[in-house]
């Protein structure tokens, strides 16, 4: 716990750095693009639009979930996809593709997950807050489910660094590891209750799919925007999510400090 207490006060203490870093980032990644940020709502709107095409009229006709129409329960599945897909293939890649540089400056490895997770985010947010207008468009009222949309959040951030600390590391020492990590998250899309109602499954199945914790996440954000449910109802699913994610980050921590100092090597 002690090496936990370490990693997470690294974060605290450069935090101002971070947020820094992750601007930089956004402002690089679309600087050379003449719509510029823009770009962060125009390509997932493209990709919303696409599995609406073929999943929603293509496949189901248009036919509405449990009474919520279905592009807005195909969207409240999509949001928070489009920001852990790429938060989590990029983060793993973070420590690789930055570790060289990160060696000739002052300031510790262990941030560059969290710029990655944070530089993703800001998408995150504006796609919600467009959530926010088209629930309002097709009369949705979330009721006070939507208090507990916070701990979802917050369980994503832990998640996700702890994920990232994990896979960084180890996409460092070992680079198939990186190429293993794209091919399931492509995979991910259709495993996860993102595309398609989980009700319809049998129990068995239902519940192998639940041992990913991406899994209680989007069923969460469901739960709180659609006013389906509390965290606290299945309190030993959000138990195991919480033991798996601690696990994820006790791990990480102790694979990250014990060869941070040797990650140049790897190059």
Not at 3 to 22: T, Y
Not at 57 to 70: A, D, E, K, S
Not at 86 to 113: D, E, H, T, W
Request: proline content about 5%; some cysteine; charged content about 10%.
């Amino acid at each position: 716990m002690n090496l936990i207490g370490r990693i997470l006060k690294e974060q605290s203490s450069n935090f101002h750095l971070i947020i820094r870093l992750a601007l930089y980032d956004v402002k690089g990644k679309y600087q050379l693009h003449y719509l510029g940020a823009v770009w962060q709502v125009l390509s997932p709107a493209a990709q919303v639009l696409l599995y609406w095409l073929v999943f929603g009229l293509g496949i189901r006709g248009g036919q509405p979930i449990n009474g919520v129409p279905f592009f807005v329960w195909l969207l409240i599945g999509l949001i928070p996809w489009f920001f852990i897909s790429p938060a989590i293939i990029q983060g793993c890649n973070s420590v690789y593709a930055r570790v060289s540089l990160v060696s000739k400056m002052k300031f510790p490895v262990s941030v560059l997950p969290t710029v990655t997770i944070i530089s993703n985010s800001f998408q995150f947010f504006i796609m919600l807050l467009i959530l926010a207008g088209i629930l309002m468009i097709y009369g949705v009222n979330p009721g006070w489910h939507l208090l507990q949309l916070p701990y979802y959040l917050v369980a994503l951030f832990v998640f996700l660094f702890a994920f990232t600390l994990l896979g960084s590391t180890i996409a460092t020492i070992v680079r198939d590891f990186q190429q293993a990590l794209q091919s399931i998250m492509r995979m991910m899309v259709y495993l996860l209750p993102i595309l398609w109602d989980p009700s319809r499954l049998p129990h068995i199945f239902k519940t192998i799919l639940e041992l990913n914790p991406i899994y209680y996440i989007i069923e969460g954000f469901r739960y709180s925007i659609l006013g389906s449910g509390w965290f606290y109802e299945d309190w030993i699913y959000t138990l195991y999510f919480w033991v798996v994610t601690l696990l994820i980050l006790l791990v990480g921590s102790i694979l990250h400090i014990k060869f941070r100092n040797k990650f140049i090597d790897y190059l």
